[in-house]
């Protein structure tokens, strides 16, 4: 089993910052990349920023240049510093982990409400 547990989210006005944390424990060694996803209301859940074993990273268009994602200083953590926020980045924001067995993102966390106001 895999636990991930989300912490940061929040209020905030549009055009300001936050930083999502996510803490991953239980079997870590089955996982091989570590992500953000959101789910606004009435939409799907779509993919924030990605981050692999090596660092790679994989940015939605939406996020890019606004959006850093980073492994965190403990270990099996990363964080999502979130700059310049528009109300349309409203949503749910879950942390998942990618399954070396099966290629996708398998493991969840319980999702951390963003709300940014106009």
């Known amino acids: 089993q895999v636990l991930l547990v989300e912490s940061g989210g929040g209020l905030v006005q549009t055009g300001g910052s936050l930083r999502l944390s996510c803490a991953g424990s239980?079997?870590?060694?089955?996982?091989?990349?570590m992500g953000w996803y959101r789910q606004a209301p009435g939409k799907q859940r779509e993919l924030v920023a990605s981050i692999g074993m090596d660092g790679s990273t994989n940015y939605a268009d939406s996020g890019k240049g606004r959006f850093t994602i980073s492994r965190g200083n403990a270990k099996n953590t990363i964080d999502l510093q979130m700059n310049s926020l528009k109300p349309e980045d409203t949503a749910v924001y879950y942390c998942?982990?990618?399954?070396?067995?099966?290629?996708?993102?398998?493991?969840w966390g319980q999702g951390t409400q963003v709300t940014v106001a106009s």
């Open positions: 998942a982990a990618r399954s070396f067995a099966s290629g996708a993102y398998d493991y």
């Open positions: 239980g079997r870590i060694f089955s996982f091989n990349a």
